[in-house]
């Protein structure tokens, strides 16, 4: 799951049918609390940072203020990195990018430091390393970027069980696990992930929507933790790498309530739920956290050499009468 040549090695589970469905993921570990989280000013937290973007674009949809930053992966892999910054300056981050190389971590310590350094929500979607990483990048580094989190959200399954069906986990979970929650996050609050916690920054908000779906086909895809954002008068659905199986339980569960303005593609744009997932959501917008190499079904060959599904997802777009699409290939600011 890092960029093209892994994906050609097997690097990312495919979606499957499979597996029964067994007992939901373990809860967090009990309530800890930041020592001293600093607050910084809202001016600087809705001022454009000066990092080096990939070609930042500005899109005006939002009401009220506050900024949304769609970041693309600073490797050419595959990622999701969303920064919410709430009018008053509140900010809630999702997931943040890739371990691989530490590049996504490194842009994105200096850019949360240039916000103010100070995340009032950081939120896991689910247990793989171009999810997570960036955190354990930013860890890495004595001063943490000089960068403090009110609360750590996130609802992972059974780590024994998530390491017997992908092994390759093994040395990213010992990063996660040993290093970071047991070692430079062990004093920050991890907060509670159960569905129906309506969390607000400011005057927006977010709500967990779901539980972990337990499947042994695509299993940590499939657990993932998907979130509603309430932002400048729109509604975004993060969806994680959210599989098939686990998408058509999200509908059974939340049926209506799956409608949103703007939805995240699950699993990068490509092999994550089905067309009729999205036919619920009926999305105006559609972000892409998709590199190239992999908009363009390009495995070496040029574009359609590749086997993944992303052109499909392409016409399913169409097919539902989707506005919009921002693919992050290059990093968008919505205002």
Known sequence: ??????????????????????????APSPARRDASPRQPSAKKALA?????????????????????YALSSRIDGIS?????????????????????????GKFLGDFLHKLGGHVDYWFLTHAHEDHFGALVTMA????????????????FPDRKWM????????????????DLIGGRLKDVKHGDCSPGRIVKFGSWSFEILNAPFKYDGN??????VMISVKAGGKTWLETGDMGVEGGRDAMKKLGARLKHDIVFLAHHGQNGTDKDF????????????????LWENNSGGGPGSGPW????????????GVKKNYVLVKDYLFT
């Open 278 to 293: 999205y036919a619920a959501v009926k999305p105006e917008a559609a972000v892409w956290p998709t590199p190239t190499w």
């Open 48 to 68: 454009t940072p000066n990092v080096q973007f990939k070609d930042l674009q500005t899109v005006k949809m939002l009401s009220g203020g506050g900024r949304v």
């Open 309 to 320: 599904r992303t052109n499909y997802v392409k016409c399913w777009m169409q097919d539902l």
């Open 140 to 155: 890495e580094r004595p001063d943490f970027y000089g960068v403090s989190i009110g609360e750590l959200i996130y609802n």
């Open 219 to 224: 299993p940590i895809n499939n657990s993932s």
């Open 163 to 178: 390491e017997s069906l992908e092994k390759g986990m093994v040395p990213h979970f010992k990063k996660f696990y040993n």
């Open 80 to 104: 999701l990195s969303t920064v919410f910054v709430s009018p008053e300056g509140k900010i809630l981050v999702v997931d943040g990018g890739h371990l691989h190389l530490g590049g996504d």
């Open 1 to 26: 799951m890092f960029t093209r040549k892994d994906f050609l090695r097997g690097g990312v589970a495919m979606a499957a049918a499979g597996g029964a469905r067994g007992a939901l993921g373990e």
